[in-house]
Structure formats: C-alpha cells, structure tokens
C-alpha cells in the first residue's frame, strides 16, 4: 500500500525538471504569474482527483456516473473500457472540453467547476495532450506543429529554435522537422503528437488511445516512448483497448463500464501485482466478453 | 515578436488558402467599388439639387399705381425679413429692366417692339435663405397696397415643392442605399470568411487543444481579413480612378458649359480613396472577427 510514492530516481528527475523550467523561465523574462500558470502544482495532493462526478449529455445519457478516484503526482495509469465506457468523456472532463454535471473535479489542485473559460487555455497548456487521430496541424511542418505548442505560451523565436530540436530528438524524429504530417506514417506523426505534448514539459500528460491506428510493433515505440516521460515524473494517463500492452506494462489500470467504475487495481512497478481486487485474467475474459 | 508572429501566421493562412483569400478579395473589391461609386455621385446630386433650392425666389410685383411711399414701405418690411434671416437678398427691378431680361429670354425680341407699353411690372427679386421660408415671405407682404393686384407675388411653389420633395427623397434613397450596402458587403465577406474559417475549423479545434487563448487564434484571421480588405479596396480605388480619368473627366470637359456652371462640389477623390481604404480594412476585419466568433467555441 506504501508503493505510491515514486521511486528515488523519479523523484530525482523531477526536481531537476523543476529547476530546468526555472531556469527557462527567468531566461525568457517571463512574468512568474504566466509561467506560474502555465504549469500544474497540485503540491502534496494529488495530481487528479474525482469526487463523485457524473456527467450527462441531455437528459439521458449519461457518460459518466458516481466517480470517484484520485491519481497521484508521477503515476502512470492506464484508462481501459469497451468503447461507449465514458473514458472519452473521462479525457474531455480533464481538459475541460467539457464540465461535470455533478461532483467535483481538481486537476493539479485547480478545481475546473470554479475555473473560469478564460483560464482554460492555461489549463491545457499545462496538460499535454496525444490523441488516436494526432491531431496535427496538417498545413505545417513537423517542428512548426511543436513549435506552435510554445508559441502559445509565448516562447521567445530563439528559445523555440533550441527546444524543439532537443524534443524531436527525444522522439527520433530529428531528421523529419522540415516534413508535413502527410508525409510521414502514422507511428511517426504519432510521436510528432508527444513532441508537442511534452515541449512544454507539462506535469500531467493524457494520451488518448494513441497506439489505436498503430501496428503492434510501433505500438511498443510509442509505449516506451510514454514511458519515459513517465519516468521523468510527468503524470501519465492513457486510454486504451490495448490489453497486450496494458499486461505487459503492470501498472495501475482504471477500468469503466458504462461510465462506472469496475475496476481500480494498482500493480507493482516491478511486475508483481500489488493485490488483485478482481484477478488479471477475470478482468480480461470480463473485457472479451464486452 | 507577437505582432510580427500574428502577421507571419495571417500571410501563411492566406498562402495556403489563396482561392479564399481571393473571393473575400474580390467581395471587398465589388463592394468597395460600389460604394466608391455612389458616394460621389450622391454627393453631386445632393449639391446639384441644393444648388437649385437656391435658385427658388420670390418675385414681388409692384402695381404701377403704386406710390413711392408705397413702395418704400415694401422694400422696408422686406429689408426687415432680411435682418430677421428669412431673406438672403433682394433686389429691385424696374419695369425697364424687367422689359430688358425679357427681352434677352426671348428667340425672337421682336415681339415685343409690337407691345403699345411696356406690360412688366417692377419688382423685388427676393432670394431666400431656405426655401421653406417663402410662405413667410408671402404672409408679411401680401396686405403691402404696393403690392400689383392682378401679378401679386410670384413664387414657382408647386416647383419649388417638387424639387424639395425630389431633395428630400434622394437624400433618405441615397442614404439607405449605402446603408443596404454597407450590410451587404459585411455579410458578403462575413460569408467568404466563413468558408475560410469552415475549411480550417479542425486546425482552430487543434489550437484551442493546445491551449491557444481565443485571441491568440483571433488575431491572425483577423490580420487576414484586414489584408484582403486593404488589397480589396486598393484595386477598387485604382478602379475607381481609371473610371474617373477616362469616363467622369471628359464627361465634365465635354459638358463644362452645362456643369460647371452650376459649381456643384462632390468629394475629392483623395479623401473617397482614403474613405475606401479604411473601409475595407473595417469590413475585413469585422467581417472574420465577428465569423470566428461561433467557431472559438470549443
């Protein structure tokens, strides 16, 4: 029960992600206020915390029923579910692309009922963001797609021009910066989608489904890709049909049916499960029959 | 480095969707034209038909029996309209004087060396400062005993109630006409600008999802709208100028005798051009802030 707190080394790193981003800072004469919020600090408390949300479209459908679970600072979780589970409508309640009916809702201890529209774009530049469709601009060029992520938040042209060569290299993609989206296959684009997301080195990154047009192989690039931003101590929840790859990974799984929660079970970081509330396998053959 | 980054953005944007930024160019250009070719000639109008208001006067005929006391009388109850501000001027024409002019209005002068006496009265030639005033004119001097009872005052009333009728409905016409226009250029480029947005509303999708604040997405469209305005109203106002040299110039040469004579003033066409200019900047970018408004909503 003890194992939620990160492990030394991710500790480590995010210390010195957090002087890094200091250090920028002061660099691009940024006032603390913008920078301030431009990143999540949820302090000691968790990174994500529903409290009894529901959320309904019209007056029927519910997407999202009586949830309540929280997720800490540096974990990595896996959202998993049939489709129609509510785990879209999960993604969209944390970036706020939409708001919760009922129940309360705090990422990186803001609390979204009471934030204003205005200050949802800070929100999601503190929040990276991958998704199954990459959703990039088409129009631009690989580095102006990651480049753009900082132009929002008003990066210097030159702190820009040192950022994203690192993170395209952080994807393996240092070669493709003059390319279009077109012309680059899906995995690549993919990782094109994570260079954006992570270039502005955000404490909660949501990836949604983003191995789903992906061949298995691939699939594993872009896993481990996460991953170590994960290690970095960046938050990372990550929806997904992928059973191979959730198996694989032994790590906390958040499972909805129905927009209710069937299923929180945490494993070890180092393969062991921790404590099966349903076993592995019930869960799977649960998720077949679906 | 914001506005510069706003700029590269709007030439970007027009690059990559030239034919758009084309139509919403061409829209601002026929609009822009159209207005560009109303304004003056309703000006022209507006001071050809002001110029004929000034020319409605009173004519106040004096009897021939008239004694001179009489008539002093006449002149001192016009002279007094004159300081009150209804009367602009007026002058006294003789019976000879009056023979005189006719004689110059007739082709053929001759008819009038038949004529026993001279038949034309004296009068007050009265100019008025309004033409509205003429009934005052006509209440204070009609019981004057100068007054000639059978030629009385002469005022061209139905005449003059026409052209102020005529005035007065070029002038509201010609004013809703640039109103009508005015909302249909905005809606014509509103549209076109629509379609840009339409074509490229997943990229705003994008933007916003990446934290980009409204404004930050704004600006750049707007930027562009205000670029295709400019360039819309520059080629309108070359336009303009080509019709003016080779069309309106020569007319004015040819008919120098009929119109400026009348020394009808309208707008000066380096003010129309600014005018313009400014105008299509406005209706660009109006017309993509105001579109971009429905699709900021995500």
């Not at chain 2, 014509?188 to 947005?197: K, V």
Request: hydrophobic share 45%; glycine share 8%; charged share 25%.
């Amino acid at each position: 029960m003890s194992t939620d707190a990160p492990p030394e080394s991710t500790t480590q790193r995010r210390a010195d992600t957090g002087s890094a981003r200091r250090a920028r800072d002061s660099q691009n004469g940024q006032s603390k206020r913008e920078s301030r919020q431009n990143q999540l600090r949820p302090g000691d408390g968790p990174m994500v915390v529903f409290d009894d949300v529901t959320k309904q479209y019209g007056s029927d459908a519910v997407a999202i029923r009586d949830l309540s679970l929280s997720i800490e600072s540096g974990e990595f979780v896996f959202l998993v579910g049939p489709s129609g589970s509510g785990k879209s409508t999960f993604i969209k309640l944390l970036i706020k692309e939409v708001s919760p009916s009922k129940g309360g809702l705090w990422v990186g201890g803001r609390d979204l009922n009471r934030m204003r529209r205005s200050k949802v774009p800070y929100l999601r530049r503190a929040i990276g963001c991958v998704f199954q469709d990459y959703k990039l601009l088409t129009s631009r060029t690989v580095f102006e797609n990651v480049a753009y992520a900082l132009q929002v938040t008003g990066e210097s042209p030159s702190s820009i021009r040192r950022k994203v060569p690192e993170m395209l290299s952080l994807v393996g993609l240092s070669e493709k910066g003059s390319r279009y989206p077109g012309e680059l296959s899906g995995g690549e684009q993919q990782r094109v989608s994570i260079a954006r997301a992570f270039v502005n080195q955000p404490r909660l990154l949501i990836a949604d489904e983003p191995t789903g047009n992906l061949d298995p192989e691939t699939s594993i690039g872009i896993m481990q890709l996460l991953y170590r931003i994960n290690r970095t101590g960046t938050t990372v929840i990550m929806a997904t049909h992928d059973r191979e790859l959730v198996d694989k990974m032994q790590m906390r799984v958040i499972e909805l049916g129905d927009g209710v929660l069937v299923r929180d079970a945490r494993n070890a970081r180092y393969g062991r499960p921790q404590r099966a509330v349903p076993t592995g396998d019930e869960a799977g053959s649960a998720e077949d029959a679906s | 480095m914001r506005p510069r980054f706003f700029l590269a953005e709007a030439v970007r944007s027009i690059r990559s969707n030239m034919a758009l930024a084309l139509a919403a160019t061409v829209t601002v250009l026929i609009a822009i034209f159209v207005l560009g070719a109303f304004i003056p000639s309703f000006l022209y109008v507006q001071s050809a038909v002001d110029r004929q208001k000034e020319k409605i006067d009173v004519s106040v005929y004096i009897s021939d029996s008239a004694e001179v006391d009489q008539v002093n009388a006449l002149q001192a109850q016009i002279s007094g309209l004159e300081e009150q501000g209804v009367v602009r001027e007026f002058t006294y024409v003789s019976k000879d004087d009056a023979l005189a002019a006719m004689r110059e209005r007739l082709d053929d002068p001759t008819i009038l060396e038949e004529l026993p006496s001279n038949p034309f009265p004296a009068s007050f030639e009265v100019k008025l400062t309004d033409p509205e005033n003429a009934d005052e004119v006509i209440v204070a001097v009609e019981e004057q005993p100068a007054l000639d009872p059978d030629e009385g005052i002469g005022f061209a009333g139905d005449t003059a109630d026409r052209l102020l009728s005529v005035a007065q409905f070029i002038q509201w016409s010609g004013l809703a006409l640039i109103l009508i226009l005015t909302v249909a250029a905005v809606l014509l480029i509103g549209n076109t600008i629509r379609l840009s947005i339409f074509a490229r509303r997943r990229e705003v999708e994008v933007m916003k999802l990446v934290g980009a604040t409204n404004w930050f997405i704004r600006w750049p469209f707007v930027i562009e709208g205000i670029i295709c305005g400019l360039v819309g109203a520059l080629l309108s106002v070359g336009l303009l100028l080509a019709v003016k040299l080779a069309v309106v110039d020569r007319l004015v040469d040819d008919a120098s005798s009929q119109l400026t004579e009348e020394q009808t003033t309208s707008i000066g066409f380096v003010t129309l051009a600014v005018i313009l200019l400014a105008a299509g900047a406005a209706l660009g970018a109006l017309g993509s802030g105001l579109t971009l408004r429905r699709f900021l909503r995500v």
